[in-house]
């Protein structure tokens, strides 16, 4: 395109208002990618809007999931479908979400615009999020999940697919950083869990008001604890104990961030930054945590606007320097638990595709999860 869009110039203006992070990170990436990004986002936040929206039934919630990712592969048509959504968004939802949603056409029509191979990124990942979200959500409980791989499993549905999604968009935009894929895919995945285990850590209290806990029970039952009847006071050592398990693994998937992005050429320094930006906040909020045990609220471990104005000077100095951002991660990640990497699972879950199977079976599927889940 010679010209912005009047869609790009709409995407630029919602950002800020439905993430504050990536309207931080996105504009550190060159100019080639800062549209698909942005446009990446914009269309995950439409499914988490759905998805999160109280007022939907689950069956309503998997219905709309199913049209939206339609919609992204061209059957379809997205007006209709925003209005009917709009329509059923309450006041939970906020309002720049609700704009956003009734101006999906806009954002489809700037993915509409971007190259094949960055088009085809884009819908992969929403449509897998759009069918394992569900899979979570519509049981989600007090009781948080069974096992670890479980919590695996839904960091990859809610955040390992967006990963892939970036390394698919890095190496189509460069083929220095292509000639890495086999290693950046490998651990791209890991590098989205440890800031989605890092962002269910600090909120897990917030989650838990909400009928919600994405914890894994195997885990804090090593340390005879039940996970329906943990309460954030009075504090629980064997809780705590359990719960800084789990800042070790969230940390051992930062590492791996780190890994991923010294496999990005040092000179794509806006591209490192962009990673960098997020892994420096993340290990910083983790240690807030590690210090502060018996928080009660997310707010109490948020990092400081002064920490990071810090993170963003020193990537920006060490940023084409292997050696000097492995010591400051090092610095900034000291005194955390560590998981040993190997423990790490480095495998996929099991593929699903809502889209391959009859889409009154999967209704039926998930009203009978939804019945069988005690909400």
């Not at 479980?150 to 292509?178: H, K, Q």
Request: glycine residues 6%; contains cysteine.
């Amino acid at each position: 395109m010679d010209s912005v869009s009047s869609d790009e110039v709409y995407q630029d203006h919602i950002l800020p208002h439905v993430s504050r992070t990536f309207a931080l990170t996105i504009p550190q990436l060159p100019h080639g990618l800062r549209t698909a990004v942005t446009c990446a986002y914009l269309l995950c936040r439409i499914a988490d809007t759905i998805e999160d929206e109280p007022a939907l039934t689950p069956p309503e919630t998997l219905a709309f999931l199913q049209r939206f990712s339609a919609v992204l592969a061209g059957h379809g048509e997205p007006e209709p479908l925003a209005r009917e959504i709009e329509q059923r968004l309450s006041d939970r939802t906020l309002a720049t979400e609700r704009d956003l949603v009734s101006n999906m056409q806009r954002v489809i029509g700037v993915m509409g615009r971007l190259n094949e191979p960055q088009r085809a990124a884009i819908q992969r990942c929403v449509q897998l999020m759009c069918s394992g979200m569900p899979r979570f959500q519509f049981s989600a409980s007090l009781k948080g999940l069974a096992r670890s791989s479980d919590l695996d499993d839904y960091c990859y549905y809610v955040a390992g697919v967006v990963g892939e999604m970036l390394t698919d968009l890095f190496c189509d935009y460069s083929p220095d950083i292509a000639r890495h894929r086999p290693a950046l895919s490998a651990i791209a995945a890991s590098f989205a869990q440890g800031l989605q285990m890092t962002n269910i850590l600090k909120d897990v209290w917030e989650d838990r008001s909400r009928g919600a806990c994405w914890l894994p029970q195997d885990m804090f039952t090593r340390h005879g604890v039940d996970l329906a009847e943990v309460s954030s006071e009075p504090f629980d050592p064997r809780f705590g104990a359990g719960f800084r398990e789990l800042l070790g693994v969230a940390h051992a998937h930062l590492r791996n961030a780190l890994d991923y992005t010294l496999l990005i050429p040092s000179k794509e320094a806006g591209i490192r930054r962009f990673c960098l930006w997020a892994i420096g906040l993340a290990v910083l909020t983790l240690r807030k945590i590690e210090y502060n045990p018996r928080f009660t609220a997310g707010a109490q471990v948020k990092v400081t606007r002064s920490a990071v104005a810090m993170t963003r000077l020193l990537t920006h100095v060490a940023g084409r320097s292997d050696w000097m951002l492995r010591r400051l991660f090092a610095q900034a990640a000291r005194g955390l638990p560590l998981a040993r990497l190997s423990d790490l699972r480095h495998s996929r879950p099991a593929p699903i595709s809502l889209q391959e199977e009859p889409a009154r079976e999967a209704e039926h599927k998930l009203r009978r999860s939804y019945g069988n889940s005690g909400s």
